[in-house]
């Protein structure tokens, strides 16, 4: 029980660091929320037109989810792990800093995926790059990333740690679900415009 604990706690507290929001906040360009999409992940900062700045918080972002992996790996086990990792995107999605209203959690998932099962995270990352590329929709190679990791999770990973990949795949895709909804109304937006 303490290892659940300690691996929730770890988990909470990296996925709540708004990296989106610092990164502008500290590039003086205000606060992201105010911009696009408002939410505080990598490809609203994009918005902003600063790349590097979008790439840092894609990078820090998916880092935490695989640093709470990693440190209650090593801490507690691989099932606590990816407890933690699902911990780290929940906090991501709904930071206590910002009355619980973060981002839509695709880079710390893949983040947590990578750190899981680095096939997984492969596997992963270049469904999503296929779907924005044929696409150039981000939300579509999010959609393609959580279906991929969910699908290869039961095919590679024990039952218990496969279930809790299938819950972050299946938050994350809950939380686009206005993108999905605009999707199938054809607004939705292509990478680089609008919301």
Request: with cysteine; charged share 10%.
């Amino acid at each position: 029980m303490t290892a659940a604990l300690v691996s929730v706690l770890i988990g909470l507290l990296l996925g709540s660091i708004p990296f989106g929001l610092v990164l502008t906040r500290m590039a003086g360009l205000g606060d992201i929320r105010s911009i696009g999409s408002g939410n505080i992940g990598a490809t609203n900062v994009l918005r902003t037109g600063n790349k590097p700045l979008a790439l840092a918080t894609l990078l820090l972002d998916a880092g935490k989810g695989a640093l709470a992996v990693g440190l209650a790996w090593w801490l507690a086990g691989p099932q606590w792990a990816a407890l933690a990792g699902l911990a780290a995107v929940l906090s991501h999605l709904h930071p206590v800093w910002l009355g619980f209203k973060g981002g839509k959690g695709v880079a710390t998932a893949l983040g947590t995926f990578w750190a899981i099962s680095w096939p997984i995270g492969l596997a992963a990352c270049l469904a999503w790059l296929a779907g924005a590329a044929l696409f150039r929709i981000s939300s579509v190679g999010s959609l393609f990333a959580m279906a991929v990791a969910a699908v290869a999770g039961f095919v590679l990973l024990a039952q218990p740690i496969a279930w809790a990949l299938l819950a972050v795949a299946l938050y994350v895709v809950w939380r686009h679900k206005a993108n999905i909804e605009r999707l199938l109304a054809g607004t939705e937006p292509q990478i680089g415009k609008g919301k």
